[in-house]
């Protein structure tokens, strides 16, 4: 993997984290997500209207990533509303880059060198370790479920989205139309929990439009890298975001202990390296 690819990941793990950060910084979670949809909307609309419309051989591919993201965002909320994300969320994101790997190889014939088996599995196997240190398998079973589920739904739109990227012809006006369809369940979702309150509060409309532009240009830059570099490798770099996640919390929110999520970075920084080597 080039340093200008490896470089674009690295970047959007660290965005997809921050907003992340956001998340758990305020306590109306679904109004901070509604808010972020709306920024996929606006960033939609002004993708659309700057790119070609995407080549036909695209197009179910974008249908198929929409509606993924629709369940994903329904598993998300039902595991808030179990109150054991932050616990499981490593799992989900954990699983993901050997899905990715593995449908890529099926599909595409995609394989990766054996250094590029290393470094994916350095990466996961360093999620996985920080999702034990956060008392995983003491999780109930439905949550465990559901983070099962969310790994299998965004394994499935990674790879959706990087055969369709590359059949649209155009990056951008894939990923405007995918921002525009993929927004409304969230959106509708955080309204229907806000239906019985006075209205969204000011920080969490600031708050929400800031992890909006950053989660939209984290899955941009993701989008992008797919079409110049092996999905495999892509998607195992980009969860790297977890263990960045896991760092903020030690370092910025005081979380314990931090030798295990150090620990933890560590290792999936050593699949990081390998990854760039190969």
């Not at 054996?114 to 196997?125: K, N, Y």
């Amino acid at each position: 993997m080039s340093g200008f690819a490896l470089g674009l990941v690295l970047f959007s793990a660290l965005l997809h984290a921050s907003w992340n950060a956001l998340l758990k910084a305020i306590d109306d979670r679904a109004g901070v997500l509604g808010a972020v949809s709306l920024v996929h909307v606006l960033a939609g609309v002004v993708l659309i209207g700057l790119s070609p419309l995407p080549d036909p051989a695209s197009w179910p591919f974008i249908a198929i990533s929409t509606i993924v993201h629709y369940g994903y965002y329904v598993l998300l909320f039902r595991a808030y509303r179990h109150g054991d994300l932050s616990q499981v969320y490593p799992i989900s994101r954990g699983l993901a880059p050997g899905f990715v790997a593995l449908s890529a190889w099926v599909l595409l014939g995609e394989g990766l060198p054996v250094l590029g088996v290393v470094g994916l599995v350095a990466v996961s196997g360093g999620i996985c370790l920080l999702a034990l240190l956060r008392g995983t398998v003491r999780a109930e079973h439905a949550t465990l479920g559901l983070a099962l589920l969310l790994g299998v739904c965004i394994g499935s739109y990674s790879v959706a989205d990087g055969i369709g990227i590359r059949a649209a012809g155009t990056a951008t006006g894939y990923m405007g139309w995918l921002f525009l369809c993929e927004a409304p369940v969230p959106l509708v979702i955080a309204l229907h929990r806000h239906r019985n309150r006075e209205g969204f509060a000011p920080r969490t409309l600031i708050f929400g439009a800031m992890g909006g532009v950053a989660a939209v240009t984290a899955y941009g830059l993701v989008l992008y890298v797919k079409t110049i570099a092996p999905l495999g490798a892509v998607s195992a770099l980009r969860e790297s975001s977890v263990i960045i996640a896991a760092l903020i919390g030690v370092l910025v929110f005081g979380e314990r202990p931090w030798r295990g999520r150090v620990l933890a970075a560590c290792v999936v920084a050593s699949g990081v390296v390998a990854l760039a080597m190969m």
